[in-house]
């Protein structure tokens, strides 16, 4: 079965650091546009970074430029998000998600597979 | 990038058809048919049930249907059951290659 397994979330200062990871089964990373969305507790769901499938262009929304950064480990079919400078408000849960692609050549732009999310708490 | 505008929650009894509106501008949902739609449990990751515009995974109930107008998108759920009571989100592509979600609407089967 198709699944996406996130990790390394956890408990990080103000100001610190952390890297999520998304673990992909069943399907190749590297064939599709990836993204991250987060959920901030009890919130609705904001998209924040996607990355092609050829890992050439990477984009991110406003509230977090400059701050994170998508890449893959092909060698591991993951996809992650590095994120500095965290703040209060970066607290949530991270969700990664596979882009649809439709006859495995157009993209939808719509996010057909999910993981679990994995938590991320910035505080003091 | 403002978030897409919907209703915060919307109800409707057993049986009944109910229809969830989703805002944005011409610099999104006017502008291309990427809007999809996803269903929420509590606890749960989200579930894509509308993508382009209109069209519904095969996996996904026929109840769903998806429908948009200029800068408006929507979602009509017929037939409403106890186990659609669960929040709902809209999504769109931006001109920005950025995406935009709704603030989401909570779904109350009465």
């Known amino acids: 079965q198709v699944q996406l397994v996130e990790s390394g979330g956890g408990l990080v200062r103000p100001g610190g650091s952390l890297r999520l990871s998304c673990a992909a089964s069943r399907f190749t990373l590297t064939d599709y546009f990836m993204s991250w969305i987060r959920q901030a507790p009890g919130k609705g769901l904001e998209w924040i970074s996607y990355?092609?499938?050829?890992?050439?262009?990477?984009y991110y929304a406003d509230s977090v430029q400059g701050r994170i950064t998508i890449s893959r480990d092909t060698a591991k079919n993951s996809l992650l998000l590095q994120m500095n400078s965290l703040r209060a408000e970066d607290t949530a849960i991270y969700y990664c998600a596979r882009m649809k692609m439709i006859r495995d050549v157009i993209l939808t732009y719509a996010m057909d597979v999910w993981g679990q999310g994995t938590t991320v708490t910035v505080s003091s | 990038q403002s978030a897409l505008t919907q209703p915060a929650s919307v109800s409707g009894s057993p049986g009944q058809s109910i229809t969830i509106s989703c805002t944005g501008t011409?610099?999104?949902?006017?502008?291309?048919?990427?809007v999809s739609w996803y269903q929420q449990h509590p606890g749960k990751a989200p579930q894509l049930i509308i993508y382009?515009?209109?069209w519904r995974p095969l996996e996904f109930s026929s109840r769903f249907s998806a429908s948009k107008s200029g800068n408006t998108a929507s979602l009509t759920i017929s037939g409403l059951q106890a186990e659609d009571e669960a929040d709902y989100y809209c999504?769109?592509?931006?001109?920005?290659?950025?995406?935009?979600f709704g603030g989401g609407t909570h779904v109350t089967v009465l």
């Open positions: 990355i092609s499938s050829n890992g050439r262009a990477t």
């Open positions: 382009d515009d209109t």
């Open positions: 999504s769109s592509y931006t001109n920005k290659n950025s995406l935009v």
């Open positions: 011409s610099s999104d949902i006017g502008g291309y048919e990427y």
